[in-house]
């Protein structure tokens, strides 16, 4: 069982930044696919950014482009979201997800089966 906690929200202005952390409390991250996602009010969970087992390949969004970076400690089981030039459309909960990576091949986008309660960005104009 994973179980994902994410931290790491909170309000900024537009033009700032913030990181977000998603830990497991039960389990290293070792062999998961991580990836995150977000929900703005009214709207469905939308995919961010993604980052493979092996932390080899990344995936992102292209509204995130450029502003936001996904890494990875494994020491630390402990995922990060980089997120610079925040803007008020970033504004969403934000959800971390895992799933168990494999050799087949990656897909950044689906399959998360694993997920945490989410953490409140807010971006103030």
């Known amino acids: 069982q994973v179980q994902l906690v994410e931290s790491g929200g909170g309000l900024v202005q537009a033009g700032g930044s913030l990181r977000l952390s998603c830990a497991s409390s039960t389990r290293t991250l070792s062999g998961l696919d991580m990836g995150w996602y977000r929900q703005a009010p009214g709207k469905g969970r939308e995919f961010v950014e993604a980052i493979s087992w092996t932390g080899g390949s990344t995936a992102y969004a292209d509204s995130v482009k450029g502003r936001f970076t996904i890494s990875r400690d494994s020491a630390k089981r402990t995922v990060y979201l980089q997120m610079n030039s925040l803007k008020v459309e970033d504004k969403a909960i934000y959800y971390c997800?895992?799933?168990?990576?494999?050799?087949?091949?990656?897909?950044?986008?689906?399959?998360?089966?694993?997920w945490g309660p989410g953490t409140q960005v807010t971006v103030s104009s």
């Open positions: 997800g895992a799933k168990v990576g494999s050799y087949g091949g990656w897909s950044p986008t689906t399959g998360y089966n694993y």
